[in-house]
């Protein structure tokens, strides 16, 4: 390929432009700022094109585009040694030239600014309109699906409740146990230095059974299942899946959400369970190595001063928890539109949501239970 | 001409040079024989259509010569480069040199149509931001996509004008051979005619070579100068469509005289 090249000779009648070698999009950068260079100031303009070896639709549009900012400015432009096939391009292009092309930015001011905040605001109470109204539909099948309980999907329900209960034992064991482990080994270095280590059981007790069990689970099953849910159900959208089931007199309520729903209602109590007795356990244990406090005393003292309230407490709060993912993941699954990009944002709304409900939620049972005197 | 082959028509004497060059190109997925020594030349400026049943490969062909997948045996030349062990730095010219608008567009979602079409420019070129819109608002006028598409996304777009986005974007580096996937499928017939014209169109004014894979009749009458049908695991006839009703083999007679085929044909002699 040949060096595309432009040269302008100026003299009293007018300007000549000669455009030489290969005018081809991908070298078009090296001559570009020639092209934009050249004014003709009102002269006659003669554009030699003899030396082009050859154009694509790069080349004609800068040719093109001269040809018509010259026309524009009032001058005449004449296009000499054009090729047959060179011509024909040109005129082609020219004749495909947009008017306005491109995207307009959006306006960047005070007036936009504020404007868009009103509208984020209205939006998110929108969004919360919506989702109260998907909570009361939900709750409102769940309640059906119990009263005629044939209309349940079995299949599909122990296969959620194998997904996101049972292959999720591992990871929320080990959780647990890790979390007492922790708390045991920093009590300790507390407790040591005013001779309390015999409180360590108290404080691994009461703290795993009634806050921290339950809600870290219910934290890895945000983003474990929550994820999942809106992945899903998010991708069934974008392929018109739900709009299928829906002509063919199915209810995705129905078919999708309250598998997933109860399923994470039954499951997470019991994986929030076994996240406690891992906690205990791995409390004990770290108590017996760095405190000497042996397990059969870690249990003596844990009978005798931890009420079984504490787990109650601790477990009366998993259903809500269930409840509240379960709904904002599948709620944000159903506000998935057109493009796969849209699943992606929805999943990363649906587990933060859901985590930040959560905390929130057992702040409230918190300062319930605190009320209450419990 | 760099390597490419000239070769004498044996019917018009004239010179034609060979862009793509298939030889003995062999396809396998496990047990299952796709392509055997299949053979196929595809001439400068012609429109070759690419007909067969179900399952004969020829998605498969035009992925290999794209380079999306590595064929078991045989060599593949495009414009005299040979695309499967050629230079690393040959083969990536040649990937700038052709185009490829699959069946479904395959647009990026995430971009607008205008991004899409300037995405091969702004990675490689090193033109300026203005004139990249500018060849890329000219490639969606050419494709016949009016200004306001510009800045919608993939998904707010039709399945008609979804392929015609995808062939702009197809175009955006100007390329000398064009592949397409199904040009018409799924569009209605009013839809698939303008796009056959489009496409004969934009071939004629950029002196294009395309590389079309169809079940459209109609497109094989109206567009293409020559048909190559796959059967048998190879390239079974090519040559221009009034001697395929001479092939003497049940598929391609069914296919090519059936009444689908005899209406098609009116058509075309009436376009």
């Given at each position: 390929m040949t060096k595309p090249t432009v040269t302008s000779d100026r003299n009293a009648e007018g300007v000549c432009i000669r455009i030489a070698g290969d005018l081809r999009t991908q070298s078009l950068d090296q001559i570009e700022g020639a092209f934009k260079s050249i004014s003709p100031d009102g002269k006659d303009v003669i554009v030699d094109l003899s030396g082009v070896q050859s154009m694509d639709t790069g080349g004609a549009w800068l040719v093109a585009d001269l040809e018509r900012r010259i026309d524009t400015s009032g001058a005449t432009v004449h296009l000499e040694g054009l090729q047959e096939a060179h011509a024909s391009l040109i005129e082609t292009v020219s004749k495909n030239i947009p008017e306005a092309v491109g995207e307009q930015a959006p306006p960047r001011g005070l007036v936009e600014t504020v404007a868009r905040v009103g509208e984020r605001t209205a939006g998110a109470w929108k969004d919360s309109v919506s989702i109260v109204g998907f909570l009361g539909l939900t709750l409102h099948r769940l309640v059906r699906t119990l009263?005629?309980?044939?209309?349940?999907?079995?299949a599909a329900l122990v296969s959620q409740m194998e997904q996101t209960g049972f292959k999720a034992l591992p990871i929320v064991s080990l959780m647990g146990f890790l979390i007492g482990v922790v708390l045991a080994f920093q009590g300790a270095t507390q407790l040591k230095q005013f001779g309390a280590e015999i409180f360590v059981v108290e404080l691994i007790s009461i703290s795993i059974l009634r806050e921290l069990g339950i809600l870290l689970t219910a934290i890895i099953v945000a983003g474990r299942s929550g994820s999942a849910f809106t992945a899903s159900i998010g991708s069934m959208k974008v392929q018109e899946e739900i709009d299928a089931m829906r002509t063919?007199?199915?209810?995705?309520?129905?078919?999708?959400?309250?598998?997933?729903?109860?399923?994470?209602?039954?499951?997470?109590?019991?994986?929030?369970?076994?996240?406690?007795?891992?906690?205990?356990?791995?409390?004990?244990?770290?108590?017996?190595?760095d405190l000497g406090v042996s397990p059969g005393m870690f249990l003596t003292r844990l009978k005798e001063n931890t009420d079984v309230w504490q787990l109650a407490i601790g477990l009366i709060k998993a259903p809500f928890f269930a409840l509240v993912i379960g709904v904002i993941a599948c709620w944000q699954a159903m506000q998935v539109k057109g493009s796969s990009e849209s699943v992606g944002q929805r999943t990363t709304a649906s587990v933060v949501q859901s985590i930040f409900m959560v905390i929130a939620i057992d702040a409230l049972f918190s300062i319930f239970f605190s009320e209450l005197g419990i | 001409m760099d390597g490419a082959t000239l070769q004498q028509d044996s019917q018009t004497g004239a010179q034609r040079e060979a862009v793509i060059k298939v030889r003995n190109l062999t396809n396998r997925f496990g047990p299952q024989v796709v392509h055997e020594n299949l053979n196929l030349d595809v001439w400068r400026g012609e429109v070759l259509g690419v007909v067969g049943g179900s399952g004969t490969g020829k998605s498969v062909l035009l992925r290999t010569i794209v380079g999306l997948n590595r064929p078991a045996a045989g060599s593949i030349e495009v414009l005299g480069v040979d695309v499967l062990d050629g230079p690393e730095d040959e083969r990536k010219r040649i990937e700038k040199s052709w185009g490829v608008a699959f069946q479904d567009g395959?647009?990026?979602?995430?971009?607008?149509?205008?991004?899409?079409?300037?995405?091969?420019?702004?990675?490689?070129?090193?033109?300026?931001?203005?004139?990249?819109?500018?060849?890329?608002?000219?490639?969606?006028?050419?494709?016949?996509?009016?200004?306001?598409?510009?800045?919608?996304?993939?998904?707010?777009?039709?399945?008609?004008?979804?392929?015609?986005?995808?062939?702009?974007?197809?175009?955006?580096?100007?390329?000398?051979?064009?592949?397409?996937?199904?040009?018409?499928?799924?569009?209605?017939?009013?839809?698939?005619?303008?796009?056959d014209d489009l496409i004969r169109e934009l071939q004629q004014a950029l002196g294009l070579t395309v590389f079309m894979v169809t079940h459209d009749l109609d497109s094989l009458y109206a567009i293409c100068d020559r048909i190559a049908v796959l059967a048998e695991k190879r390239v079974l006839v090519e040559g221009p469509i009034e001697e395929m009703t001479k092939v003497d083999h049940p598929w391609v007679q069914e296919y090519f005289t059936g009444p689908r085929a005899r209406a098609a044909q009116q058509k075309g002699q009436d376009r």
């Open positions: 009263i005629m309980p044939w209309r349940l999907r079995r063919l007199g199915l209810d995705p309520i129905e078919v999708l959400v309250i598998p997933r729903v109860l399923a994470l209602l039954i499951m997470l109590p019991i994986l929030g369970f076994v996240a406690d007795i891992a906690g205990l356990v791995g409390g004990a244990l770290m108590s017996w190595i | 395959a647009l990026f979602s995430s971009l607008t149509v205008l991004q899409n079409v300037m995405a091969p420019l702004r990675e490689h070129t090193g033109i300026s931001e203005s004139l990249m819109q500018a060849l890329g608002g000219l490639k969606i006028s050419l494709v016949g996509l009016p200004q306001l598409s510009c800045s919608k996304f993939p998904s707010e777009l039709s399945g008609g004008m979804r392929k015609r986005a995808a062939l702009a974007r197809a175009l955006s580096l100007d390329p000398e051979i064009v592949f397409l996937d199904e040009p018409t499928a799924g569009l209605d017939p009013i839809g698939a005619a303008a796009y």
